[in-house]
């Protein structure tokens, strides 16, 4: 029989509806049910996508008397950590501080009041290499709550005094400077692997937020080290494992320091975002390699994640079955040189083992192999490599496909939104431009109220229950700035000043100018979370001064430029310390250093063909956090349109920073040379 979990829209909740155990969604009703029977709470915290989650339920929450133990000791709450961040946030905080770490899924005991006394992520069924059963986790947890409450209920306290002691006020410290900003690239310096491209050690995460500051660093600086960095970096991804060869998108990390053997979960965040920088790339190099990654990686969005309502999904899980009926993490994706015998003939398939890496031995388990492009140096057929690539693709397309998360989360819609949108227009791709205005009428349609408050999950075209956070504002609207440059509407530039105005009235502190993940007016946690620091996404802190201050370059507004100045402060106080960590706010402060730039290209009309030339050559400019606007003169669609004439009859563009414009031209290559400087 279902438990309460049936009727949630999260898909991952509804993965454990027929649990055994009587699960409950995270509610009042969940720990007033605690209170009433006098038990603690068991807190489980994953998602849809998490390889060690489903272990974990398979191995524990699917058991029958496991589930009996809770059922009688324990209320059990389930959440979907993609669908309350603010929850898994603070309780993350409190696993972090008292273990030394973190992760999904995530085991956390709490109080009827919510606070947390004992944590862990993955138990095992059985002890294994020092970590006891869950079964004994939970035989002395309710031993220590029945026979030492008074013990139990301190330590919760001291938890939750020591987690409201970390409160970040850095919002009232200065922007980020030159000196700041060349300590964070020294720092990544030292970080830098070499050989192999990105920092630090494994798992090695593709550090997005972090190369679109080296990006703009070298824009705006013109060094060189920094555009080495990020374009090495984007080279060795690109050839490694964690790039999908025959699909495209990336995978989540690499378990290694080579980019070989990824783990296999696609997320939209990830792809959104990695999207966005290979087309920068694109854009600061002319790299083929970046071009192509770009556009494999938009299409693989659109026809793998988009859903039917026009947003895009969350994630495509990691494992599949195997073809016997068994869930394996990678199935879908690997190959032995038997499977390629089969697909493509004796030939070809010694072709695409070399091209792919592909060997007896193996790269991954049981002697299958991750496809990579190991050899740069080799010359191969193009169009029979293009060939088995196709036959590759198609016979893996009759593989059991892995699971699909159909959530749409507002927040990762908008960086699908803002990556679509300028590899659209980049690479003269219309069906993408086309995708990421679908994507933002569902927004619009489904996630925005009346009052422009944002919900930030959908699914199958029905809203969730939970309210946006930081991120899903600062993204949205981050997402609605980069349609507005690239299709003229100015509606969407509203849309994006709705969305800022709630950063201002319910996220920012009045007096500090520090930002909290959760609105003002939101459900009372055990602690109102706050980051700023970068993790898988950009934190919502250094999004929202990125939003911030493409709004006020759009419109002029001296507040929404000054919110985000101070919410700045942050990224000079950890800038030159973690700048792993706060990569995002890096380039939000190389914006905040080159004005940034606002353009105003005017034309007699959007399909005038010199008007387009200088519009496409203004979103082509590097100049950091640059803003565009283009339509007819003294159009309403745009602020900085106003007061732009065309110039002796012909379309022309006009290019400002700090209170200060240059000429307006008619001519391509002068507004180049402009915007490039």
């Given at each position: 029989?279902?438990?309460?979990?049936?009727?949630?829209?999260?898909?991952?909740?509804?993965?454990?509806?027929?649990?055994?155990?009587?699960w409950?969604?995270?509610?009042?009703?969940?720990?007033?049910?605690?209170?009433?029977?006098?038990?603690?709470?068991?807190?489980?915290?994953?998602?849809?996508?998490?390889?060690?989650?489903?272990?974990?339920?398979?191995?524990?929450?699917?058991?029958?008397?496991?589930?009996?133990?809770?059922?009688?000791?324990?209320v059990?709450?389930?959440?979907?950590?993609?669908?309350?961040?603010?929850?898994d946030?603070?309780?993350?905080?409190?696993?972090q501080?008292a273990?030394?770490?973190?992760g999904?899924?995530?085991?956390?005991?709490?109080?009827?009041?919510?606070?947390?006394?004992?944590?862990?992520?993955?138990?095992?069924?059985?002890?294994?290499?020092?970590?006891?059963?869950?079964?004994?986790?939970?035989?002395?947890?309710?031993?220590?709550?029945?026979?030492?409450?008074?013990e139990?209920?301190?330590?919760?306290?001291?938890i939750?005094r020591?987690?409201?002691?970390?409160?970040?006020?850095?919002?009232?410290?200065?922007?980020?400077?030159?000196?700041?900003l060349?300590?964070?690239?020294?720092?990544?310096?030292?970080?830098?692997?070499?050989?192999?491209?990105?920092?630090?050690?494994?798992?090695?995460?593709?550090p997005?937020m972090?190369?679109?500051?080296?990006?703009?660093?070298?824009?705006?600086?013109?060094?060189?080290?920094?555009?080495?960095?990020?374009?090495?970096?984007?080279?060795?991804?690109?050839?490694?494992?964690?790039?999908?060869?025959?699909?495209?998108?990336?995978?989540?990390?690499?378990?290694?320091?080579?980019?070989?053997?990824?783990?296999?979960?696609?997320?939209?965040?990830?792809?959104?975002?990695?999207?966005?920088?290979?087309?920068?790339?694109w854009?600061?190099?002319?790299?083929?390699?970046?071009?192509?990654v770009?556009?494999?990686?938009?299409?693989?969005?659109?026809?793998?994640?988009?859903?039917?309502?026009?947003?895009?999904?969350?994630?495509?899980?990691?494992?599949?079955?195997?073809?016997?009926?068994?869930?394996?993490?990678?199935?879908?994706?690997?190959?032995?040189?038997?499977?390629?015998?089969?697909?493509?003939g004796?030939?070809?398939?010694?072709?695409?083992?070399?091209?792919?890496?592909?060997?007896?031995?193996?790269?991954?388990?049981?002697?299958?192999s991750?496809?990579?492009?190991?050899?740069?140096?080799?010359?191969?057929?193009?169009?029979?490599?293009?060939?088995?690539?196709?036959?590759?693709?198609?016979?893996?397309s009759?593989?059991?496909?892995?699971g699909?998360?159909?959530k749409?989360?507002?927040?990762?819609?908008?960086l699908?939104?803002?990556a679509?949108a300028?590899?659209?227009?980049?690479?003269?791709?219309?069906?993408?431009?086309?995708?990421?205005?679908?994507a933002?009428?569902?927004?619009?349609r489904l996630?925005?109220?009346?009052?422009?408050?944002?919900?930030?999950?959908?699914?199958?075209?029905?809203?969730?229950?939970?309210?946006g956070?930081?991120?899903?504002?600062?993204?949205?609207?981050?997402?609605?700035?980069?349609?507005?440059?690239?299709?003229?509407?100015g509606?969407?530039?509203?849309?994006?000043?709705?969305?800022?105005?709630?950063?201002?009235?319910?996220?920012?502190?009045?007096?500090?100018?520090?930002?909290?993940?959760?609105?003002?007016?939101a459900e009372?946690l055990?602690?109102?979370?706050?980051d700023?620091?970068?993790?898988a996404?950009?934190?919502?802190?250094?999004?929202?001064?990125?939003?911030?201050?493409?709004?006020?370059?759009?419109?002029?507004?001296?507040?929404?430029?000054?919110?985000?100045?101070?919410?700045?402060?942050?990224?000079?106080?950890?800038?030159?310390?973690?700048?792993?960590?706060?990569?995002?706010?890096l380039?939000?402060?190389?914006?905040?250093?080159?004005?940034?730039?606002?353009?105003?290209?005017?034309?007699?009309?959007?399909?005038?063909?010199?008007?387009?030339?200088?519009?496409?050559?203004?979103?082509?400019g590097?100049?950091?956090?640059?803003?565009?606007?283009?339509?007819?003169?003294?159009s309403?669609?745009?602020?900085?349109l106003?007061?732009?004439?065309?110039?002796?009859?012909?379309?022309?563009?006009?290019v400002c920073r700090?209170?200060?414009?240059d000429?307006?031209?008619?001519e391509?290559?002068?507004?180049?040379?402009?915007?490039?400087?």
């Amino acid at each position: 029989m279902p438990n309460r979990l049936a009727h949630e829209t999260s898909p991952y909740l509804l993965q454990h509806a027929d649990n055994p155990v009587d699960w409950w969604p995270w509610s009042e009703e969940a720990f007033d049910e605690a209170r009433k029977r006098n038990v603690p709470v068991l807190l489980s915290i994953g998602y849809s996508s998490c390889h060690w989650c489903h272990v974990m339920a398979h191995e524990s929450f699917e058991d029958q008397e496991t589930a009996e133990y809770l059922n009688a000791h324990y209320v059990s709450v389930k959440v979907d950590r993609e669908e309350r961040p603010d929850v898994d946030a603070v309780y993350m905080e409190a696993v972090q501080a008292a273990t030394g770490q973190g992760g999904w899924p995530m085991t956390v005991f709490l109080t009827p009041d919510a606070e947390p006394f004992y944590f862990g992520t993955y138990f095992p069924p059985a002890p294994r290499q020092g970590m006891p059963s869950f079964r004994q986790v939970l035989q002395g947890v309710h031993q220590a709550w029945d026979e030492r409450r008074d013990e139990v209920t301190e330590v919760a306290g001291k938890i939750v005094r020591d987690l409201a002691g970390r409160e970040i006020s850095y919002g009232d410290a200065q922007t980020p400077g030159e000196e700041e900003l060349a300590q964070a690239l020294l720092g990544l310096t030292r970080e830098y692997d070499p050989q192999r491209g990105g920092f630090g050690g494994v798992p090695k995460f593709p550090p997005s937020m972090v190369l679109e500051f080296l990006l703009r660093h070298h824009a705006r600086t013109g060094a060189e080290g920094a555009l080495q960095m990020a374009s090495d970096t984007c080279e060795r991804m690109a050839r490694g494992g964690i790039y999908d060869q025959l699909g495209g998108g990336f995978a989540r990390y690499s378990v290694d320091r080579d980019w070989v053997v990824p783990h296999f979960e696609k997320m939209l965040y990830d792809n959104a975002l990695l999207c966005r920088v290979y087309a920068h790339l694109w854009r600061a190099t002319g790299s083929e390699l970046a071009r192509r990654v770009a556009l494999e990686t938009a299409d693989f969005m659109v026809r793998e994640l988009r859903t039917n309502e026009g947003g895009f999904a969350s994630a495509l899980d990691a494992d599949s079955d195997d073809g016997t009926g068994k869930h394996v993490e990678g199935a879908y994706y690997v190959w032995t040189p038997e499977q390629l015998r089969e697909v493509l003939g004796e030939q070809d398939a010694d072709l695409a083992a070399q091209v792919f890496g592909v060997t007896e031995e193996g790269t991954f388990e049981e002697g299958a192999s991750v496809l990579q492009l190991p050899v740069r140096d080799g010359v191969f057929d193009a169009e029979k490599v293009a060939s088995v690539r196709e036959r590759l693709l198609a016979a893996r397309s009759r593989r059991p496909a892995p699971g699909r998360d159909d959530k749409v989360v507002a927040a990762w819609n908008g960086l699908a939104i803002a990556a679509l949108a300028e590899t659209g227009a980049y690479f003269d791709r219309p069906d993408l431009v086309e995708a990421a205005v679908a994507a933002a009428d569902l927004l619009v349609r489904l996630h925005l109220d009346e009052q422009a408050r944002l919900t930030r999950t959908s699914k199958d075209g029905h809203a969730g229950a939970n309210a946006g956070v930081l991120e899903d504002y600062a993204d949205v609207a981050e997402g609605f700035l980069a349609l507005a440059s690239v299709t003229g509407e100015g509606v969407w530039l509203e849309f994006a000043g709705f969305l800022v105005d709630h950063v201002l009235a319910r996220f920012t502190d009045p007096e500090s100018g520090s930002l909290y993940d959760t609105a003002a007016d939101a459900e009372r946690l055990i602690r109102r979370p706050q980051d700023p620091t970068d993790n898988a996404a950009p934190s919502g802190w250094s999004a929202a001064a990125g939003a911030l201050l493409g709004y006020a370059a759009h419109t002029g507004s001296e507040p929404h430029r000054t919110a985000a100045e101070k919410a700045l402060g942050v990224v000079k106080a950890l800038g030159p310390r973690v700048p792993r960590f706060i990569g995002w706010g890096l380039a939000v402060a190389e914006a905040v250093l080159d004005g940034p730039r606002e353009v105003a290209v005017v034309g007699p009309s959007l399909g005038d063909e010199e008007t387009r030339s200088l519009h496409r050559t203004a979103l082509l400019g590097t100049a950091p956090g640059a803003v565009v606007a283009v339509g007819v003169p003294e159009s309403e669609e745009f602020p900085l349109l106003s007061g732009r004439p065309l110039v002796g009859g012909e379309p022309a563009a006009y290019v400002c920073r700090n209170f200060t414009c240059d000429a307006p031209t008619t001519e391509v290559d002068r507004l180049r040379a402009v915007l490039s400087d």
